[in-house]
Nanobody, 122 residues
Framework: QLQLVESGGGLVQPGGSLRLSCAASGFTLDYYAIGWFRQAPGKEREGVSCISSSGGSTNYADSVKGRFTISRDNAKNTVYLQMNSLKPEDTAVYYC???????????????WGQGTQVTVSS
């Protein structure tokens, strides 16, 4: 069974950091671009970041540029999202998803994880 599993979410104070992980089982991530999305209550799912299959290309939403870093370790079949200088507006459920190439629209992605909650609050 093809699965993506996110981990690393939690409660953090403003200005703090978290590292999210997206691990694949049942398939190899080598040939997939991986995107991170987030969805806050009452809001649409939005793209946060994406990394190409080789890791040679990355992109970020303007709201997270300079604070978040996406990376991948294909040997571990895992993609990471390092989140620094977190703000209350970063609070959301974060999802990772796999696609043939990076794109802004969730519909482009074929496989999704179940999500991990990130809460930024004092």
């Amino acid at each position: 069974q093809l699965q993506l599993v996110e981990s690393g979410g939690g409660l953090v104070q403003p200005g703090g950091s978290l590292r999210l992980s997206c691990a694949a089982s049942g398939f190899t991530l080598d040939y997939y671009a991986i995107g991170w999305f987030r969805q806050a209550p009452g809001k649409e799912r939005e793209g946060v970041s994406c990394i190409s299959s080789s890791g040679g290309s990355t992109n970020y939403a303007d709201s997270v540029k300079g604070r978040f870093t996406i990376s991948r370790d294909n040997a571990k079949n895992t993609v990471y999202l390092q989140m620094n200088s977190l703000k209350p507006e970063d609070t959301a459920v974060y999802y990772c998803a796999a696609a043939e190439g990076c794109g802004r629209l969730p519909q482009k992605y074929d496989y999704w994880g179940q999500g991990t909650q990130v809460t930024v609050s004092s």
